[in-house]
């Protein structure tokens, strides 16, 4: 994930939930705020947390990606960042994007501790598919409305029913490799400056290749 990508799913949000975590990399140690107890369903302290506990809340899609990418940051320390899907305690799938580093000691050089932030940010990409599906809604709304206009202009050209005018038009499309609603345009526009009673142009928007 990039950081831009990162930046905008941590705009805050209503609900939005932050936790902190830390891995004791020689004890396998887990200590865990209050919020990331929250994340996962739990009331703080309810239970102990583990590795074995993290990954088993892990989506089962996701699980893979996240042991690799913290088995990578316990070996080089890096800063790391994850968008990934958890279910938690009772069994809702949240989307949490998990930040963290390694922490090396300071005569050895080992990393020896794992620690960062977790943010619920399901909130956040509720409200980003929910507006990315209103603009597809719309765009759609808005190529329908060219299409259906295109196949008025066949209709009244050629005497022909919808279906047919439809079907010219998506052959049209194929033939090209354009888009429906480019094709649909291209007819509209074609007969707003010729009209439908000369039907030459259309043919050749329609025959051509």
């Known amino acids: 994930m990039d950081d831009h990508a990162t930046d905008h799913l941590l ?26 107890y929250r994340v996962h369903g739990f009331e703080p302290g309810e239970v102990v947390p583990t590795t074995e506990l993290v990954l088993a809340h892990k989506h089962p899609d996701d699980r893979d990606r996240v042991r690799a990418m913290l088995r990578r940051a316990q070996e080089t320390g890096e800063a790391f960042a994850s968008m990934h ?12 994007v998990l930040l963290g580093q390694g922490r090396r000691e300071r005569e ?3 990393v020896v501790e794992l620690l960062g932030y977790v943010v619920d940010v399901t909130a956040r990409v509720a409200a980003l598919a929910n507006e990315r599906a209103r603009h597809d809604i719309e765009a759609s709304a808005r190529s329908r409305g060219g299409i259906e206009q295109a196949k008025g202009v066949l209709m009244g050209a050629y005497g022909i029913d919808a279906d047919e005018a439809f079907a010219r038009i998506r052959h049209c499309s194929n033939n090209r490799n354009v888009p429906l609603r480019d094709v649909a345009r291209v007819i509209v526009d074609q007969a707003a400056r010729s009209g439908t009673r000369d039907v030459g142009p259309l043919d050749e928007i329609l025959q051509g290749s």
């Not at 899907?85 to 949490?96: F, N, S, T, V």
């Open 11 to 36: 705009t805050p949000v209503t609900g939005q939930q932050i936790g902190q975590y830390r891995l004791d990399l020689g004890t396998g140690t887990w200590w865990w705020s209050s919020g990331t």
């Open 85 to 96: 899907r958890i279910m938690d305690a009772h069994g809702r799938e949240k989307h949490l």
């Open 108 to 110: 050895s050089g080992e």
